[in-house]
T-cell receptor, first 111, second 111 residues
Framework: AQSVTQPDIHITVSEGASLELRCNYS??????LFWYVQSPGQGLQLLLK??????LVQGIKGFEAEFKRSQSSFNLRKPSVHWSDAAEYFC?????????FGAGTTVTVRA | DSGVTQTPKHLITATGQRVTLRCSPR?????VYWYQQSLDQGLQFLIQ???????AKGNILERFSAQQFPDLHSELNLSSLELGDSALYFC??????????FGPGTRLTVL
């Protein structure tokens, strides 16, 4: 079965600094990949998705992700973090009809 | 706001009890998915319904069951509750299998 791994449990970043969250997937063919964000006490919001085509995907809230087949990665990036980006971020892969999520990365933003 | 609604927001009950969680999908979405988010298991897919029919099953316990009604809302029934069932239960809906929109979740606490 397809799966994703998020190596970083917790990342702390200064406001205005860049952010990169790692995600590695395991699958033979081209996977359907997603990044979701969960703010405290909230549900999951889709940031962006990759199915095929351009390997650099733009999402909402200024986020982007790059699909790299050679590295089996789909890392999420943001050039300049805002305090409101403090949240938990989940990478996910579509596995038949269901999403399989990574363990999540908690992002703390310091002033 | 994703357009997916879930009730109740919070539920506190005792071991051995039975509860029902309700989900109303986005207008026009035929698929409903249920996920469980717990500290030890992370985000896990439970079950999917499409237009009233069960389509996929994940790590759903036999004590749990779900259904989707003709008006497309769905209910997740949890019975003989145990302490370990305490979790956040999310419902998601989609019109296309590759993009799921999540509700705010129901937080279940079993005492």
């Amino acid at each position: 079965a397809q799966s994703v791994t998020q190596p970083d449990i917790h990342i702390t970043v200064s406001e205005g600094a860049s952010l990169e969250l790692r995600c590695n997937y395991s699958y033979g063919a081209t996977p359907y990949l997603f990044w979701y964000v969960q703010s405290p006490g909230q549900g999951l919001q889709l940031l962006l998705k990759y199915f095929s085509g351009d390997t650099l995907v733009q999402g909402i809230k200024g986020f982007e992700a790059e699909f790299k087949r050679s590295q089996s990665s789909f890392n999420l990036r943001k050039p300049s973090v805002h305090w409101s980006d403090a949240a938990e971020y989940f990478c996910a892969v579509l596995n038949d009809y269901k999403l399989s999520f990574g363990a999540g990365t908690t992002v703390t933003v310091r002033a | 706001d994703s357009g997916v609604t879930q009730t109740p927001k919070h539920l506190i009950t005792a071991t051995g009890q039975r509860v029902t969680l309700r989900c109303s999908p986005r207008s026009g979405d035929l698929s409903v998915y249920w996920y469980q988010q717990s500290l030890d298991q992370g985000l896990q897919f439970l079950i999917q319904y499409y237009n009233g029919e069960e389509r996929a099953k994940g790590n759903i316990l036999e004590r749990f069951s779900a259904q989707q009604f003709p008006d497309l809302h769905s209910e997740l029934n949890l019975s003989s509750l145990e302490l370990g069932d305490s979790a956040l239960y999310f419902c998601a809906s989609s019109v296309a299998v590759n993009e799921q929109f999540f509700g705010p979740g129901t937080r279940l606490t079993v005492l």
